[in-house]
C-alpha cells in the first residue's frame, strides 16, 4: 500500500447536475411558499408507492421531506439551560420484536428534552446495535421544533432523546406525540 498526499476529490459536476439540482430548488422553494411554515408529511401509504415507483429506500425519502419540513422551524437553542422540573409521560407501544416508551420530559428553561427507550423483546434472538431512525412530533396547539439530541445503549436496549423547542407545558393533556421509526413503522402514542 502506498501513501500519497492529500488531493481534492474530482467533481464532475456539469450543466445536467447543474439543471436538475436548479429544478429541486425551484420545486423546494414552492413547497415552502405553501406550506406557510406548517410541516406536511406524506402517509406512509404513498412513501411506500414511491419507494417502488423511483426505487429508493423509504428511509430516504422519509429523511428528505423531514429535512424539508425542518427547514421551516425558526428556532433551535444552542443549550436547552437550567433544569426546572421532570414531567412524567409513560407512553409504552409494542411494535414488532421491540417494546417503545416514550418515559419523560426534562423541563429546563429554553427547551424540554424527552426520553424514547427502547426494549427488544426475544431476548433470544441477537440484535446487534439498534441504531433507530426516529422522528418525534408533536400535535399540540402550540408548534413546537423536534430534533433528536442524542442516544445511546447496547445489547438489546437503546435510548433516545430529542430536544423540543420551546418548552412544553407542564400539563400534557392538550398534547399528542407521535413517532415514526424511518424504516417501516408508524406509531402514535397519545395522552389520554
Same mark, same amino acid.
Do not use: C
Given at each position: 500500500?502506498? *501513501?500519497? @498526499?492529500? %488531493?481534492?476529490?474530482?467533481? @464532475?459536476?456539469?450543466?445536467?447536475? =447543474?439543471?436538475?439540482?436548479?429544478?429541486?430548488? =425551484?420545486?423546494?422553494? @414552492?413547497?415552502?411558499?405553501?406550506?406557510?411554515? =406548517?410541516?406536511?408529511?406524506? !402517509?406512509?401509504?404513498?412513501?411506500?408507492? *414511491?419507494?417502488?415507483?423511483?426505487?429508493?429506500?423509504?428511509?430516504?425519502?422519509? *429523511?428528505?421531506?423531514?429535512?424539508?419540513?425542518?427547514?421551516?422551524?425558526?428556532?433551535?437553542?444552542?443549550?436547552?439551560?437550567?433544569?426546572?422540573?421532570?414531567? !412524567?409521560?409513560?407512553?409504552?407501544? #409494542?411494535?414488532?420484536?421491540?417494546?417503545?416508551?416514550?418515559?419523560?420530559?426534562?423541563?429546563? =428553561?429554553? &427547551?424540554? $428534552?424527552?426520553?424514547?427507550?427502547?426494549? %427488544?423483546?426475544? @431476548?433470544? #434472538?441477537? &440484535?446487534?446495535?439498534?441504531?433507530?431512525?426516529?422522528?418525534?412530533?408533536?400535535?399540540?396547539?402550540?408548534?413546537?421544533?423536534?430534533?433528536?439530541?442524542?442516544?445511546?445503549?447496547?445489547?438489546?436496549?437503546?435510548?433516545?432523546?430529542?430536544?423540543?423547542? !420551546?418548552?412544553?407545558?407542564?400539563? $400534557?393533556?392538550?398534547?399528542?406525540?407521535?413517532?415514526?421509526?424511518?424504516?417501516?413503522? *408508524?406509531?402514535?402514542?397519545?395522552?389520554?
Amino acid at each position: 500500500m502506498g *501513501w500519497t @498526499e492529500f %488531493q481534492p476529490i474530482r467533481n @464532475e459536476y456539469n450543466e445536467q447536475f =447543474k439543471s436538475i439540482d436548479e429544478g429541486l430548488l =425551484k420545486l423546494l422553494s @414552492e413547497r415552502k411558499t405553501l406550506t406557510k411554515g =406548517k410541516r406536511y408529511f406524506p !402517509p406512509y401509504e404513498i412513501m411506500e408507492e *414511491w419507494a417502488k415507483k423511483y426505487k429508493l429506500d423509504i428511509p430516504h425519502i422519509s *429523511w428528505l421531506f423531514y429535512s424539508v419540513n425542518n427547514g421551516s422551524t425558526p428556532f433551535r437553542p444552542d443549550e436547552p439551560g437550567e433544569l426546572l422540573t421532570v414531567i !412524567p409521560i409513560m407512553k409504552k407501544s #409494542v411494535v414488532g420484536d421491540f417494546e417503545y416508551v416514550l418515559t419523560h420530559s426534562m423541563q429546563h =428553561k429554553n &427547551a424540554s $428534552l424527552i426520553t424514547l427507550e427502547i426494549k %427488544q423483546l426475544n @431476548e433470544d #434472538v441477537e &440484535a446487534g446495535h439498534l441504531l433507530p431512525q426516529l422522528i418525534l412530533e408533536i400535535i399540540s396547539p402550540i408548534k413546537y421544533n423536534v430534533n433528536r439530541n442524542g442516544s445511546r445503549g447496547g445489547g438489546g436496549q437503546t435510548q433516545v432523546r430529542f430536544l423540543v423547542s !420551546p418548552r412544553l407545558p407542564e400539563d $400534557l393533556k392538550a398534547s399528542h406525540f407521535r413517532w415514526f421509526l424511518m424504516l417501516h413503522l *408508524w406509531k402514535v402514542l397519545q395522552k389520554k
